[in-house]
T-cell receptor, first 114, second 113 residues
Framework: DAGVTQSPTHLIKTRGQQVTLRCSPK?????VSWYQQALGQGPQFIFQ???????QRGNFPDRFSGHQFPNYSSELNVNALLLGDSALYLC?????????????FGPGTRLTVL | AQSVTQLDSHVSVSEGTPVLLRCNYS??????LFWYVQHPNKGLQLLLK??????LVKGINGFEAEFKKSETSFHLTKPSAHMSDAAEYFC???????????FGAGTRLTVKP
């Protein structure tokens, strides 16, 4: 079992550019959540996808968008990058069928915006 | 709304001594509570979770936490620290469906030889 995988591991962009981050969930999982972890802070919930639809969203602007594919993998897109978007972006997967499910986290994508 | 406050940003202990990482929560309904650990360059790993069953929760690697509703606390403890316990620890509160998990700011645990 490969667990949750994310790509790329590191990314450098400049202000105003757009970026796409990718996540493959743990085998058997159908729900993907994305988090932003700024340096020295705890992760902040961006949004969660289930059945290819955004199920819940945190307090992030519309510049942050996502997608879930039929195979449950997911993408996070960020448009018009700002310096403040520099962070570790974490993907977590879980199984929606039962409550209190553990979310399994990937190693993250480190995004640097210059 | 729900939130957690981790009362210490940094805790330093000697190997073999007890560990206490403190967490207070705020929630308008019966919460789920978790502790996650993050080692450098590794993903977050679940240590333990409270989901309205037993108030004393045992997790992996000898960690445990006690849910105290009257004190709105969920402190993490371990009787004897190992060097491998050095990491960042996050307390998390969530709603029933776990689609709105709120992380604390984290506590960095240092273990001295």
């Amino acid at each position: 079992d490969a667990g949750v995988t994310q790509s790329p591991t590191h990314l450098i962009k400049t202000r105003g550019q757009q970026v796409t981050l990718r996540c493959s969930p743990k085998s058997g999982h159908d729900t993907v959540s994305w988090y932003q972890q700024a340096l020295g802070q705890g992760p902040q919930f961006i949004f969660q996808y289930y059945e290819e639809e955004e199920r819940q969203r945190g307090n992030f602007p519309d510049r942050f968008s996502g997608h879930q594919f039929p195979n449950y993998s997911s993408e996070l897109n960020v448009n018009a990058l700002l310096l403040g978007d520099s962070a570790l972006y974490l993907c977590a997967s879980s199984l929606v069928i039962s409550s209190y499910n553990e979310q399994f986290f990937g190693p993250g994508t480190r995004l640097t915006v210059l | 709304a729900q939130s957690v406050t981790q009362l210490d940003s940094h805790v330093s202990v000697s190997e073999g001594t007890p560990v206490l990482l403190r967490c207070n929560y705020s929630s308008s309904y019966s919460p789920s509570l978790f502790w996650y650990v993050q080692h450098p360059n590794k993903g977050l790993q679940l240590l333990l979770k409270y989901t309205s069953a037993a108030t004393l929760v045992k997790g992996i690697n000898g960690f445990e936490a006690e849910f105290k509703k009257s004190e709105t606390s969920f402190h993490l403890t371990k009787p004897s620290a190992h060097m491998s316990d050095a990491a960042e620890y996050f307390c998390v509160v969530s709603n029933y469906n776990n689609n709105d998990m709120r992380f604390g700011a984290g506590t960095r645990l240092t273990v001295k030889p």
